[in-house]
Each structure stands twice: as structure tokens, then as C-alpha cells.
């Protein structure tokens, strides 16, 4: 256990003095595809650490509609805001493949983060990025039109690529959450991209080809 903690970007410089009683505070859990991890208005006592996997948060509103509003890969965490300002899980936490995670216990982490200055300075950076990323997201959501957000998704993941062809790793769907998009027009918009040359799609495999095309389009559409 102090070993996978260690791997941890936020207790990577702890002492195995410091990372003893942290172990003793963690559970390890595996998930299959389609298992729930923890559900909206659960009590959040601890932080969820993604060791491999995939996992999708979402938010459900009252109305019964629901949104992706994060997805987690490896060394990704979610829980820290729910702990730290005292309220239950906000979003539905799904595993979407199979997943192993640690669930560090708030028992721990509260003596610790008190003592080790270096530790609470870097989980104020993690949670300002959060908070960063969150901004931008509503900004993306509340001014740009769904091809925009589809186009710039697409951008990042190609220059993550090096401009070669990128597979998906959850479905669709799920992106088109993400996006706040409806599957439908999750759909269209790639038809058109597709249509016009700027992009090629096979099944979850996709190719931007002409990034500065796509970059053009993306200003108008």
C-alpha cells in the first residue's frame, strides 16, 4: 500500500514514516466496467485515487437529466472538495472499465496536511487547477456553440497525439456528455467534419487532417 501511495504525484515526496499511518488509513478497491464507486449524496469521509481504469463523474439534476462533469485515468483523484468543505459526494462516481482504486481515509490526511507544509501546498495547487478547469468548462459551456466545444476537444487530443490518429477511451457517448451534447448532435457535427475533410473517423478512432482547417472553422461555426 505505501508503495501504490508512493506513485501518487500528491504523497510522492512523503517520508515512509509519514506514508505509515496514511497506508494504514487506505482501502484498495477493484471495480469492473458499469460498478458505481460512490453515489450522489453519499457521505464523502476520504479521497478516491485512481491507480489504473477509467472513471466518469456525473452530475444529476433534479429534473433526471445528467451530465459527465469529469472523466478520471490513472494518478487522478476525485472527493477532495466534498471532504474539505464538509458536504457529501456532488456527483455519481462510475467505473467504465476495470478499475483499481484507493480510498484514503480523512482520519489520516487531516493530521497530516496540519503538519507537512509541502503536502497542503501542493493540494492547493491540485485544487486550484480543479477549480481553474471548472471555470473554463462553464465558461466553454456558456459561450461556445456545441461544434466549438466538440472542434477544441478535438484539437486537444490530436496535439496530444502529434497530430496522428487517437482512439477514443470511453464511448461517444460519454464524450458527448461531457461536452454537454446530445448524442444525436455529437454525431451530426462529426458527419459534418468528416464532410468537409477536416476530420476521419472510424468507429472510436479519429484523425484530424487538417488542424489549421479545423482551427479556421472552429472561429465561425
Do not use: W
Request: contains cysteine; aromatic residues 6%.
Amino acid at each position: 500500500m505505501r508503495d501504490l501511495l508512493s506513485r501518487l504525484a500528491l504523497f510522492a515526496d512523503l517520508s515512509d514514516a509519514q506514508l505509515a499511518p496514511l497506508a494504514d488509513a487506505t482501502q484498495r478497491h477493484a471495480y469492473a466496467a458499469g460498478d458505481v464507486i460512490v453515489r450522489r449524496g453519499q457521505h464523502c469521509n476520504g479521497i478516491h485515487f485512481v491507480i489504473y481504469g477509467s472513471v466518469q463523474l456525473v452530475y444529476n439534476a433534479a429534473s433526471g437529466s445528467e451530465r459527465t462533469v469529469r472523466l478520471l485515468g490513472a494518478g487522478m483523484s476525485f472527493g477532495e472538495a466534498s471532504l474539505f468543505s464538509g458536504h457529501d459526494h456532488i456527483t455519481t462516481a462510475t467505473a467504465l472499465a476495470d478499475t483499481l482504486a484507493l480510498h484514503v481515509h480523512e482520519r489520516a490526511l487531516a493530521p497530516l496536511i496540519a503538519t507537512c507544509g509541502p503536502l497542503a501546498q501542493r493540494l492547493i495547487t491540485h485544487l486550484s487547477h480543479q477549480l481553474y478547469m471548472a471555470i473554463c468548462d462553464f465558461g466553454a459551456f456558456t459561450t461556445h456553440s456545441g461544434p466549438q466545444r466538440l472542434i477544441g476537444y478535438l484539437l486537444r487530443e490530436s496535439a496530444n497525439a502529434r497530430g496522428q490518429a487517437f482512439t477514443l477511451d470511453v464511448s461517444k457517448r460519454t464524450i458527448a456528455s461531457r461536452l454537454n451534447l446530445t448524442p444525436a448532435h455529437f454525431s451530426r457535427i462529426l458527419h459534418d467534419l468528416t464532410e468537409r475533410g477536416l476530420l476521419r473517423v472510424n468507429g472510436r478512432q479519429m484523425q484530424v487532417l487538417d488542424t489549421q482547417g479545423l482551427q479556421d472553422y472552429r472561429l465561425t461555426a
